[in-house]
């Protein structure tokens, strides 16, 4: 499985991003999905996922901000980022599987203030 995120970029503080994750050689409803994000000097913290039966689970930090879905048709999972703040800044990373998991390659987010 190869995982192909997109979508970062620069934003004000209060504006909106829409990251996209897109799982090659496998289905966005087959396995868990979700995004971490690491900071710099920071540890990868988990930001939400979305099990293969829809639950979905968020960070306290961004809870009522992001939301996570996916589009089985297009086999897609996004992450909608609403209301960032600077301290959203870092690069985040869309992952599939539980027990073995892939990787995509990052994206940065820079909220600036």
């Known amino acids: 499985v190869q995982l192909q995120a997109s979508g970062g970029g620069l934003v004000q503080a209060g504006g909106s991003l829409r990251l996209s994750c897109v799982p090659s050689g496998s289905n966005v409803a087959r396995n868990v999905m979700g995004w971490y994000r690491q900071a710099p000097g920071k540890q990868r913290d988990l930001v939400a996922s979305?099990?293969?039966?829809?639950?979905?689970n968020y960070a306290d930090s961004v809870k009522g901000r992001f939301t996570i879905s996916r589009d089985n048709v297009k086999n897609t999972v996004y992450l909608q980022m609403n209301s960032l703040k600077p301290e959203d800044t870092a690069t985040y990373y869309c992952?599939?599987?539980?027990?073995?998991?892939?990787w995509g390659q990052g994206t940065l987010v820079t909220v600036s203030s």
């Open positions: 979305i099990l293969s039966g829809g639950t979905t």
């Open positions: 992952y599939f599987g539980l027990i073995m998991r892939y």
